[in-house]
């Protein structure tokens, strides 16, 4: 989605995926609205089988709560909430193979349920990654990469591995880009930065002070930023002109950051490959070549 600096008075889609829909503003909910969407994803059935008179009673809260919070998950109010959760359920019953391992990581759990319990975790955020990722908002963010002189990568910690790895990538087609995980080297390159340059902004909670104030600084630069965060109603989202959000599920063994770098990933191939296909001539000359250069250096004798 687009952040608050791009947006527009065109009213969005409704989610393809209620449930991703929830986990990417749940950090910012009111407490209120915070206990309806826990019911959401706890229990999308007993959403779908209740009124809305009913589920304010189930969950303690307000029936306009219970529609300003439908509303802020992308939807235009509480019936249209239920009928996409009723598609999200049958979709999920029809699945095949059905979950064998429920649940999240324990303690004592096998290492059998552990590998089965990641790859699914994975697979749903990159699943929920995908369904929240705007074709036309990905060939912005590639027409402004495709045109920059220069292009910043901001991370720290598990999203700053996700910032190396997409600076790594966009220098392989030829094009001049930086990854800082450090605050200090980030805000002195941010300040340099000019009109139509691109800073990529990578935080899960879109609040690090590390990743966020360089974006700023960068923004006031006249550079065009790029938000990663799991909180498309961030800080982050806010400074950023494009907002492209990522899924995944924190828990005891998987904190936020961590379950978000697979989905992080996710969007930087996307972005990767848009922008191979848009440069097409002058990436191909750019892989063959730093193909060679390894080659050569591999069999150096």
């Given at each position: 989605?687009?952040?608050?600096?791009?947006?527009?008075?065109?009213?969005?889609a409704?989610?393809?995926?209620?449930?991703?829909?929830?986990r990417?503003?749940?950090?910012?909910?009111?407490?209120?609205?915070r206990?309806?969407?826990?019911?959401?994803l706890?229990?999308?059935?007993?959403?779908?089988?209740?009124?809305?008179?009913?589920?304010?009673?189930v969950?303690g809260?307000?029936?306009?709560?219970?529609?300003?919070?439908?509303?802020?998950?992308?939807?235009?109010?509480?019936?249209?909430?239920?009928f996409?959760?009723?598609?999200?359920?049958?979709?999920e019953q029809?699945r095949?193979?059905?979950r064998?391992?429920?649940?999240?990581?324990?303690?004592?759990d096998?290492?059998?349920?552990?590998?089965?319990?990641?790859a699914?975790?994975?697979?749903?955020a990159?699943?929920?990654t995908?369904?929240?990722?705007?074709?036309?908002?990905?060939?912005?963010?590639?027409?402004?990469?495709?045109?920059?002189?220069?292009?910043?990568?901001?991370?720290?910690?598990?999203?700053?591995l996700?910032a190396?790895?997409?600076?790594?990538?966009l220098?392989?087609?030829?094009?001049?880009?930086?990854?800082?995980?450090?605050?200090?080297?980030?805000?002195?390159?941010?300040?340099?930065?000019?009109?139509?340059?691109?800073?990529?902004?990578?935080s899960?909670?879109?609040?690090?002070?590390?990743?966020?104030?360089?974006?700023?600084?960068?923004?006031?630069?006249g550079?065009?930023?790029v938000?990663?965060?799991?909180?498309?109603?961030?800080s982050?989202a806010?400074?950023?002109?494009?907002?492209?959000?990522?899924?995944?599920?924190?828990?005891?063994?998987?904190?936020?950051?961590?379950?978000?770098?697979?989905s992080?990933?996710?969007?930087?191939?996307?972005?990767?490959?848009g922008?191979?296909q848009?440069?097409?001539?002058t990436?191909?000359?750019?892989?063959?070549?730093?193909?060679?250069?390894?080659?050569?250096?591999?069999?150096?004798?």
């Amino acid at each position: 989605m687009t952040g608050g600096r791009a947006a527009d008075a065109t009213t969005p889609a409704q989610p393809a995926n209620p449930a991703a829909a929830v986990r990417a503003v749940l950090p910012s909910l009111t407490p209120a609205a915070r206990a309806i969407a826990r019911i959401i994803l706890d229990d999308p059935e007993l959403v779908v089988r209740s009124t809305i008179t009913e589920f304010s009673a189930v969950s303690g809260t307000s029936e306009a709560t219970i529609v300003r919070t439908a509303r802020v998950l992308g939807f235009s109010g509480y019936s249209q909430l239920r009928f996409a959760l009723a598609a999200a359920v049958a979709k999920e019953q029809a699945r095949e193979p059905d979950r064998l391992v429920p649940g999240d990581l324990g303690p004592d759990d096998p290492l059998t349920d552990v590998i089965a319990k990641v790859a699914r975790s994975e697979s749903e955020a990159l699943a929920d990654t995908a369904a929240q990722l705007d074709p036309a908002l990905l060939g912005e963010v590639v027409t402004a990469i495709a045109a920059a002189r220069r292009v910043d990568v901001y991370g720290v910690a598990a999203s700053g591995l996700v910032a190396a790895d997409m600076s790594q990538k966009l220098l392989r087609i030829g094009l001049s880009s930086h990854p800082f995980a450090d605050a200090h080297l980030a805000l002195t390159s941010a300040a340099l930065l000019r009109p139509g340059d691109v800073a990529v902004a990578i935080s899960c909670s879109g609040e690090t002070p590390d990743v966020l104030v360089p974006a700023r600084t960068a923004a006031e630069a006249g550079a065009v930023v790029v938000g990663i965060t799991n909180n498309p109603r961030s800080s982050l989202a806010e400074v950023a002109h494009h907002t492209m959000v990522s899924a995944g599920r924190e828990t005891a063994f998987r904190p936020g950051a961590l379950a978000s770098r697979i989905s992080q990933l996710l969007i930087v191939d996307c972005v990767f490959v848009g922008l191979a296909q848009r440069t097409y001539d002058t990436a191909g000359e750019a892989i063959r070549a730093t193909r060679e250069a390894t080659d050569r250096y591999r069999h150096r004798s």
